[in-house]
């Protein structure tokens, strides 16, 4: 249950609840003062009209409450002035991991003369090998930050360790939840509390609900600027590295007032098939798009199949612009 | 190995592989006199040569051959006068299950004058359970052919059993395998034989790899008019019905020279999800759609919650068109 | 709904039923008189219990309803003197194709030697490509028969076209019908119609209650010596060639009265891994296996792989002996 | 590359691979002098025999090298007296969720009583609901350790956060990686440093080798006592919680050295089918069983549906014996 109670008033119901007994947490998201009810609490309606007649009382159907859309029709997220959710889609692009100044420089510069509006960069990389590229670390992030400024592009970059947040925090403009951290419950609460935006990946084998619920972890800790990302499931089919599952995408436009990102590269596993699977994202309602790009793909440290040229993500821009406005919206 | 033959000399090359003990089968398919080899045959060219100086001999290297790539661009395939496989996106409608004539004529009516250019309709149902609604067999054939005829729009309906093709097929301008019957190989022949376009649904349980190796049963037999469609994978994901997988069509277009069809309506499950779907599927590449209407869905025998409206249906269309316009293609 | 009428009653119960308009069908199965009812018709019991006060009328809640355990605890399956589902777990073994009479007489030899009770081999092989050996039909079913005959063990072959049934069931002593026919409903009807045994697969992409729902399709033809086969799922998992599910045998064998067989051969995909999944397969409650054995398994025409040689045989069979004693069975 | 060096060289080899700026990492596990070098650095193995005439180098063909059984049959790991991966199959036992000190003390009396060898219990829960009991935390750690030293079962228990790593291991006999952070690696590499043996489950939408690269990551930080745990896979298939990969286990026992554990709650989801799977685990070749065990499992906080009674636990252990036993293994 979820009750919206009138500005100032938080404390007062908070007050009440506690002494009936009822299991709740006070959490100010998207510019609300709101109570959450545990899902097996009982709450009196009278009670809490009693103290607050302007407090409306949502009974959501949900196993997650905040991140349903039976209380909140569309939230947009602002991620340093690019607002993600809206009329417009937002494309995120950069190259998979950092490996150095001048790679993201030129990269961030190519992709927000194509329209990118946010640029991506690994500097933690959840490598599923030990003797892989573990991405630059910190030094990844200095370089992220310092492009960022340098180029006008607010900056995206994965978190995966709880004792890392403060810190990714302190350099990015939206923290990252990678697919392998999708339902490590402790890094969504820390993300949750470090105040800002973030890009939740589904992991590669949750259902839709699992995403939602992950979700609710870190919004029930006060933060509710959280963008879903769908980035491909694991099935029997092998001829694409993930399988993207857009009708989790369509699903999920209607489950959740949360916007939601779509990463094609992953799934793709090779470039050629990433356009046409980004523009797909963006027909069946994707607000955002998260896109690889290297100066060099060829020669990159991780991802090298999957990344596009900069010439491929021009291309990627100008046809998904078409498909965005045949459908009434921008980029 | 495919040899492609002058036209004339397909006896002859025949005759000399037949010499020298090479596996192999004489095969015209889309205007071509083909010879196909067993990929583990060996092929002296030179013996080819010699005999048909002008033969062309391609090496496909997959498992599959005629429905190769390798060998042909693209393929546009004629169902009565439609073209499947141009710049052109077509797209078939029409019930899931024929219920009868008023109900066949109305929503046939309607998708035509909406855009549609094929009907489609099932006399013969493969249902799960043996206690639901079966079709109304030849006697919905007998509707669908009418129909069509008075309507004017080409029909596409399923066949299920080896002995019902020759009917089927000379009362539809073009036969669907469904999902079910994907590797139902003795079907595969014998509408490989059967001389109608064939639209080809991908099993829920198949790789792309073998969704083209059924294809190569039927073209094995010289039918080369294939229409490839995916509708939707088994996976863990639960809030659609099946995980439709437009990597696969990505995959797929390059691939094979033959068109590619996209089911929104199975995979979706609930007919909210089927437009965004659709357009996913024509953003991705999809040269046809194949959608479920019905003048009254929620009465429907099969499919109920699937089956568009009317409304519905005109909407998916309207937006199909500006996706298409978008890409360079026609709707 | 099944109504189990005293024996010689049936044509009573079924005239009442007919004059309310009840949808029904008579049948007859595992020496049984029953009367079958849709799920969807209205059945009163008043009325039956007029005509035939010695009726019993069972609501079955599962959507297959003759397959389901809710009439029936446990049914015991004679293929020719062998009983499946019995105490004893019974074991078919031979090769996976027919390739020749002294291939087969071989193998028969050394696997009743070994203990199994039951012969297999393909004759119609279902290949996932035409280029592939697809077994000898007819030819291949006269050896199966004379080697069943000669050695004494009940022979069980695959049948893949509805109009091939009655050929194949004149020669062999149990029909199957493959993993990849396991929704081909005319041809479940049709082999309800044969009057012998079946083995059925479960589909690959199947869930436990679409096999049982295929069974029903057999069963509802009057054909209730069904046992049913598992053989492994497609899911991510690529290090087997398909997931053996023994979840869904435990789930099976508390859902329905018809025995269970496994298949371990083809999950495996490697003959080095078929001992381990045979013998789990029988700790799971299987009542039967069926397994793939050949004199020289890397000159196999097909599943080369996956063959087991007979000293391999022979030591399951010492193995799944101890595990089906250990837990109170036979073998 | 993994080469054994004689004992006291370590530091020799790895000061002339510095030298020629080969990529390597020193490791001492299961007592042994090791130097790993990465996958894609040229080593010649000339110079190292120069420094070390004794070494024994190791090509290891797989992208784990220390997890392969390239370089080691087998290995035994010890907690805290009891050897798991010898010929006796070992059984941890005990609730899903620590909920208070009366619990915990009477299942593990119960499960020693029946055989169990460890104890188990969860005092962090990763639930997929912020809403969902979340364990005791520290409090149940203690519980777990006094109830640990009063019956006499070393305790295994899982943690979730890299900043609880030394606070849990200092509570228990062994760590426990749960199925949602089998990749998050920074948890992996700091259970790598604690020095205690882990139980490593794979992950739900993992394969065999990525679970045997992330046991790689605790390897490589010298611990190599790590016990790998099948727990259910996602499939399509949704009669059980999730589909336990028994053809995992058999492969995994192929590929690795390390020990093989089986959780069958997990996948069964309910209590009724934990009995089978168990045993099929056993008949697998599963060297460990974990198995929720409840006083009042229809009352527990977590897993109500599926955790065991103590009479189900007995029967359980004694079916398990005779599988074992059947198979030359003791329990």
């Given at each position: 249950m979820i009750i919206r109670v009138t500005p100032g008033r938080l404390g007062d119901v908070a007050s009440a609840l506690d002494k009936v007994k009822v299991r709740f947490r006070e959490v100010k998201v998207l510019g609300e003062e709101l109570i959450v009810t545990w899902p097996d609490s009982i709450v009196d309606e009278r009670l809490v009209k009693l103290i607050d007649p302007g407090a409306v009382i949502i009974n959501v159907?949900?196993?997650?409450?905040?991140?349903?859309?039976q209380w909140r029709q569309r939230s947009i997220i602002d991620v340093s002035g690019v607002r993600v959710g809206g009329d417009e889609v937002v494309v995120a692009a950069g190259?998979?991991?950092?490996?150095?100044y001048e790679q993201v420089r030129e990269t961030a510069e190519a992709v927000k003369e194509a329209g990118a509006r946010l640029l991506r960069g690994g500097a933690f990389k959840p490598r599923t090998?030990?003797?892989?590229?573990q991405g630059l670390g910190v030094e990844g992030l200095k370089i992220l930050r310092r492009v960022s400024d340098e180029v006008g592009l607010p900056v995206v970059s994965e978190v995966m360790d709880t004792r890392m947040v403060e810190t990714v925090a302190s350099y990015v403009d939206m923290l990252q939840i990678g697919a392998r951290n999708a339902q490590n419950f402790d890094l969504l609460r820390e993300v949750g509390r470090a105040g800002k935006p973030v890009l939740l990946k589904r992991g590669m084998g949750n259902t839709v609900e699992e995403w939602l619920e992950a979700a609710e972890y870190i919004m029930l800790e006060?933060?509710?600027n959280v963008v879903l990302c769908e980035r491909g499931i694991r099935t029997f089919?092998?001829?694409?590295?993930?399988?993207?599952?857009?009708g989790a995408v369509v699903v999920a436009k209607r489950l959740t007032h949360l916007p939601i990102c779509v990463d094609p590269s992953h799934p793709a596993g090779?470039?050629?098939?990433?356009i046409p699977l980004a523009l797909a994202a963006i027909a069946a309602g994707a607000d955002m798009l998260i896109v690889e790009v290297h100066p060099k793909p060829w020669e990159a440290l991780s991802d090298a199949d999957q990344q596009l040229t900069f010439d491929m993500f021009r291309e990627l821009m100008s046809k998904a612009k078409a498909v965005a406005y045949a459908l009434g919206r921008g980029l």
């Open positions: 159907k949900t196993r997650y409450q905040l991140a349903s859309r190259p998979c991991a950092v490996e150095g090998s030990p003797y892989s590229f006060g933060n509710g089919e092998n001829s694409t590295r993930f399988t993207l599952d857009l090779r470039r050629e098939y990433v």
